[in-house]
């Protein structure tokens, strides 16, 4: 981020604003930082006079620095646990259920995972620091990736928060249930241990 205040409040940004709110939004999200956070501190700094303008242009500039600096948490791919039952769970930090979850899934690593269960969660928070209280409060034991631009997202036609997919021990996809219920955990359960004994 101070990278980005520091070039948003150079004077040499202050005639082109040529680039625009997209190009900021996109550039804060590849760097992992706050918008607002930027342009909080740029409106902190005594060298700015039009510190949209030149956030707008440092914006344009950032994205053609980083934008070959995709997410490798987006690239995810299920072949590499071969052998092993995968739940992949969709969260985010705002996600009540999410919170109810957590131990239940820390649970299941935990029980199932000599068994071959491989529990991965993937983080949706746009701002890591969301991500990082929320984990603080609610640890996981299991795998966390992350997928701020929502591409696996995508891939899986999330629409729920939270979304758990199950695949089998050859990749293939087997079942999901949407949110999470306390009272369906024995549901729940019932799922990963029929996919674990399956041959």
Request: glycine content about 4%; overall charge negative.
């Amino acid at each position: 981020m101070n990278l980005i205040v520091a070039i948003a409040t150079n004077p040499v940004f202050t005639r082109n604003s040529a680039a625009s709110i997209h190009c900021l939004l996109n550039a804060c999200r590849i760097a992992n930082v706050s918008v607002y956070g930027v342009f909080r501190l740029s409106l902190q700094s005594s060298k700015v006079k039009f510190p949209l303008k030149r956030l707008f242009h440092t914006a344009a500039l950032l994205l053609l620095i980083v934008s070959s600096n995709t997410n490798a948490d987006s690239t995810f791919d299920l072949t590499g646990y071969k052998g092993k039952v995968v739940l992949l769970d969709f969260w985010a930090s705002w996600c009540v259920p999410c919170r109810r979850s957590f131990p239940w899934m820390n649970s299941m690593q935990e029980k199932y995972g000599d068994d071959g269960l491989v529990i991965i969660g993937v983080n949706m928070d746009s701002d890591p620091a969301d991500r990082d209280e929320f984990l603080q409060e609610t640890p996981a034991n299991f795998q966390i990736i992350n997928d701020p631009d929502g591409e696996l997202a995508r891939a899986h036609e999330v629409v729920a928060m939270p979304s758990s997919y199950i695949f089998d021990r050859n990749g293939e996809f087997v079942t999901r249930h949407l949110g999470f219920k306390v009272k369906k955990q024995d549901e729940y359960e019932a799922l990963l241990v029929e996919s674990l004994r399956a041959d």
